[in-house]
């Protein structure tokens, strides 16, 4: 079966594709982006993973999650998902944590104080 | 009303991401689950996790602006520089990491433009983390393909007899580009001349202040 829309590029590699203006909008990094940062240097620091098993899960997520999610959710997804691959936990423990995250309260805030 | 934007930005004028006072979303939910996962396994502890937060924090352009300035400076710098750049700038103290760094010297009819088409590849343990308009699709996608429209767009417009040079980045590479040191400023010292050096000036997608 043959996909005749397919360029022999993937969706990622979008060098040279046409495209609008270059968006001029900033911010400062909040504080869970910042620790999403932090999770992937010091975890590929541990040879858990590489950069390139990060990119490759946010390949593989897919063009719609580059337009809808912001560029640390989708490394927080990858991050996560090179993790589960390396054994660091399991999917049933992090669904247990998960839940134990929302349960905390309602912001950021709460959630993140697992003092509570 | 006038006013109310100011609220939501930053003492560096950039607007803040949502965060401790927004509702928990899914992704910062997974953050965390994922950060206290890794703390109880023994894999990172919370005072290394907020170590690589502040050391990433205190990277910036102004680590950068040195870099220039010293090549503009030291002949024999800027040639150790031409020759390995992440040897030469480790040399100056700079925690470069295991990257390779190539460092880009304008020249009277050479600019050079530096970006990432596959992804967001930034030399960040220099100039910290790349602006948001460097992970774009617009910029990923048009710097090489329309150079020249790209910096009309951030306000750089060359003479036609200036050679444009596009470097695309990867994960194991990393450019820095060095501006050409503006005039009228003989006999600065390193410092006085760091000031001029902006971060898109070492980007390719500006250029230094001029005194």
């Known amino acids: ?116 | 009303m006038p006013h109310d934007h100011h609220d939501h930005l930053s003492p560096s004028g950039h607007p803040y991401r949502p965060d401790d006072d927004q509702p928990l979303s899914y992704w910062q939910t997974l953050e965390i689950a994922v950060r206290e996962l890794l703390v109880e396994k023994g894999i990172t502890t919370p005072a290394d996790i907020a170590v690589q937060i502040d050391a990433m924090d205190a990277r910036n352009p102004a680590m950068g602006a040195k870099v220039v300035a010293r090549y503009w400076t030291d002949a024999d710098f800027a040639a150790a520089l031409i020759e390995d750049a992440a040897r030469a700038t480790r040399e100056m103290g700079f925690d470069i990491g295991p990257l390779k760094l190539i460092a880009l010297p304008n020249t009277a009819t050479l600019h050079n433009i530096v970006v990432c088409t596959l992804c967001s590849c930034y030399p960040r343990n220099l100039l910290g983390l790349p602006p948001d308009w460097y992970k774009s699709r617009a910029y990923r996608s048009r710097t090489v393909r329309e150079p020249r429209k790209v910096l009309a767009e951030f306000g750089v417009t060359l003479p036609d007899n200036t050679e444009v040079r596009v470097h695309d980045s990867t994960a194991d590479m990393r450019y820095i580009v060095i501006p050409n040191r503006p005039g009228g400023t003989d006999g600065w010292d390193a410092a006085a001349l760091a000031d001029l050096v902006t971060r898109d000036s070492m980007i390719g997608t500006g250029l230094p202040r001029t005194p």
């Open chain 1, 1 to 116: 079966m043959t996909n005749a829309s397919f360029d022999g590029r993937r969706w990622h590699d979008m060098g040279g594709d046409i495209a609008g203006p270059v968006p001029t909008d900033q911010h400062d990094f909040s504080l869970w982006e910042k620790r999403v940062d932090a999770l992937m240097v010091l975890c590929s620091g541990k040879g858990l993973f590489t950069v390139d098993g990060l990119r490759r899960v946010l390949e593989d997520m897919g063009e719609d999650s580059f337009e809808t999610m912001t560029y640390y959710e989708r490394w927080i997804a990858s991050v996560n998902q090179n993790l589960i691959e390396a054994g660091a936990y399991t999917t049933a423990e992090l669904a247990t944590k998960m839940a134990q995250v929302q349960a905390r309260g309602t912001t950021y805030g709460e959630a993140s104080d697992a003092a509570r």
